[in-house]
Each structure stands twice: as C-alpha cells, then as structure tokens.
T-cell receptor, first 119, second 113 residues
Framework: AQKVTQAQTEISVVEKEDVTLDCVYE???????LFWYKQPPSGELVFLIR??????QNEISGRYSWNFQKSTSSFNFTITASQVVDSAVYFC????????????????FGKGTLLTVNP | KAGVTQTPRYLIKTRGQQVTLSCSPI?????VSWYQQTPGQGLQFLFE???????NKGNFPGRFSGRQFSNSRSEMNVSTLELGDSALYLC????????????FGSGTRLTVV
C-alpha cells in the first residue's frame, strides 16, 4: 500500500526565513508521481509541482525549490525568503499508475504541514 | 478559463438524510475525482469518473456513490448520513492522459448534525 508521511505537523517562521517541508513516501511501484499542493484557508488545493519517479532532477521555481531523492524516498519542498502569503497547509501526495481506459491516477496524501509565516 | 466549480459551498444536514453534491469540471476535462477531507483522516480518495464510468474507487461504504454526465459534470451522493460524514468534499478534474495533475475546486463543507 502507498503511504506518505509528513512528520512536521506545524511550522512557524518569521517572514524572510527559509523553510523546508519534509515528505517521505512508501510505494511498491517502480513508476509513480509525486506532488505538492498548497491549501490556503479558502479550502482549494493549489497545485505546486509534479515529479515522476524517473526524473530526479531537482527544480527551482522562483522562491520554491524541490529536492527529490529516490534513494531515501523523500520529496522535500523549500520556500526561500518566506512571505506571509505563504501561510497555508502544504500537502505532499503520491499517485499510483493510471488505471485502464485512459483515466487518471488517484492521489494518496500526507497529513499536511501547517505553515505559519509571521510578519 | 473557469476553474472547477463545486456547489453548494456549505451544507448542513441531519443524520439519516441524504445529500447530493455537484461538481463542474474545467471545460475539456473529462476526468473527475472526489476526495473527502476530515481533521482525523486527512484527504482520502473517494472515486474517479471518466467518460461517465467509474474507473477507480476508494475504501468507502456503499452509502457513498457518484455519477458523471455526458458533459463531464459530476455528482456525488451520500445516503443515510452519519455524524462522521461531516467533512470538506473536494472535487478535482483533469484532462485525459496520465501526465496531467488535477485541478481542485474549493470544496463543499458538509456538516451533519
């Protein structure tokens, strides 16, 4: 069975600090996808990034960066120079392969990390 | 481009009643999935519909059902509501194919009293 663990329940930082959110996953599949989503108080899950299991190239996008390490089954997310608007719950998710018929995959989510950025 | 629209945003029901939630996907998206979010269990997959057929189902009792219409709009139904069904129900849509992420709606907050 698939499992995603986000050990950090809550993190509080002061604006402009860097913050890293940890994610560890378990799966028997050799091909899978990893995601990060952000959930602001409005409730909508906002897609941040998707990575497939055979692409371990790390990425930087503006203030966001991701560190995918297959050897340790980790997919960590870093916000550089955090801002108050970054305050939200962040979810790491893992997907299995799509089922037959052209449909998409289902996501297994971690419990989320509540990030509070204080001014 | 309009996002995923879920209606209603908030709902209060009594134990034993049934409820229907609606989801309109992004135009052109043919896959719709539903997730339940509760403080205790977190985000859990309910089911996925593609071309009006259920393709995938999570580990929920038969009281939870859904359907998808020819225009890709989807509804989910919960019968004989229990207090534990109180949750945020999120709908997500996607284009066909395996390499696209889901776009989520803002959800329907269901409270069972």
């Amino acid at each position: 069975a698939q499992k995603v663990t986000q050990a950090q329940t809550e993190i509080s930082v002061v604006e402009k600090e860097d913050v890293t959110l940890d994610c560890v996953y378990e799966t028997r599949d050799t091909t899978y996808y990893l995601f990060w989503y952000k959930q602001p108080p409005s409730g909508e899950l906002v897609f941040l990034i998707r990575r497939n299991s055979f692409d371990e190239q790390n990425e930087i996008s503006g203030r966001y960066s991701w560190n995918f390490q297959k050897s340790t089954s980790s997919f960590n997310f870093t916000i550089t120079a955090s801002q108050v608007v970054d305050s939200a719950v962040y979810f790491c998710a893992l997907s299995d392969l799509p089922s037959s018929g052209g449909s998409n995959y289902k996501l297994t989510f971690g419990k989320g990390t509540l990030l509070t950025v204080n001014p | 481009k309009a996002g995923v629209t879920q209606t209603p945003r908030y709902l209060i029901k009594t134990r034993g009643q049934q409820v229907t939630l609606s989801c309109s996907p992004i135009s052109g998206h043919r896959s719709v999935s539903w997730y339940q979010q509760t403080p205790g269990q977190g985000l859990q997959f309910l089911f996925e519909y593609f071309s009006e057929t259920q393709r995938n189902k999570g580990n929920f009792p038969g009281r939870f059902s859904g359907r998808q219409f020819s225009n890709s709009r989807s509804e989910m139904n919960v019968s004989t509501l229990e207090l534990g069904d109180s949750a945020l129900y999120l709908c997500a849509s996607s284009v066909t194919g395996a390499n696209y992420g889901y776009t989520f709606g803002s959800g329907t907050r269901l409270t069972v009293v």
